[in-house]
Each structure stands twice: as C-alpha cells, then as structure tokens.
Nanobody
Framework: QVQLVESGGGLVQPGGSLRLSCAASGSIFSINAMSWYRQAPGKQRELVAAIRSSGSTDYADSVKGRFTISRDNAKNTVYLQMNSLKPEDTAVYFC???????????????WGQGTLVTVSS
C-alpha cells in the first residue's frame, strides 16, 4: 500500500524556520508532481507549493521568496523549507503526490496525514 508520511512540523517563533519532509513509501513505479497544501482553522485547504518531475516549481503568492520546495527522486521525498515564518502560516500542512503505484498503470492522487505548524511567540 502506498502512503505519504510527513514530518518536521512544530512550534516556531515568528521569523523562524522549519523544514517539512514527506516520504512516499510502498510499491511505486513513478511519481509525477509532489505538492504541499495547508489548511488553517476555519479556512479551505490551499496549495502552498508544487514541484513537477522536471523540477519546475510553483508557489502561492503568500509564500514566494520565503518557502522553497525541493525533492529527492531517489528517496521519493519532497521537502518544504520555510523561512521568515509568520503567524498567518499557522496551519496543518499536507503532502500530496500524483503517482503510479507498481502494477496499477495509471496515476492516482495520494495525501499524507498532515503535520501541524504553529507560528507564535
């Protein structure tokens, strides 16, 4: 069974940094795009950043210049380096991957369980 497991969340002061990791495990033939989403209390889930298999990236305007998404294809892992964090970055961060499990021959969307990031003094 394919799953995504996030790590790296926690409590950080405004202006601080955190690095989130998301590892895909199981029988995986190929991974296309990998993304980070977030959902703050009372708000809809929103796309934070995405990275394609080519390495091209997209960012939400609210995090451009502060967050960096990267991936290690050999480890089936995506990272989100978050710098200059603000209280409004507080949310549960979810990993998302568009991947082809071994033996399925089509791409499916998989979500992680989420990791909480709290930015507060």
């Amino acid at each position: 069974q394919v799953q995504l497991v996030e790590s790296g969340g926690g409590l950080v002061q405004p202006g601080g940094s955190l690095r989130l990791s998301c590892a895909a495990s199981g029988s995986i033939f190929s991974i296309n795009a990998m993304s980070w989403y977030r959902q703050a209390p009372g708000k809809q889930r929103e796309l934070v950043a995405a990275i394609r298999s080519s390495g091209s990236t997209d960012y939400a305007d609210s995090v451009k210049g502060r967050f960096t998404i990267s991936r290690d294809n050999a480890k089936n892992t995506v990272y989100l380096q978050m710098n200059s964090l603000k209280p409004e970055d507080t949310a549960v961060y979810f990993c998302n991957a568009d991947l082809m499990p071994g033996g399925l021959y089509r791409y499916i969307e998989v979500w992680g369980q989420g990791t909480l990031v709290t930015v507060s003094s």
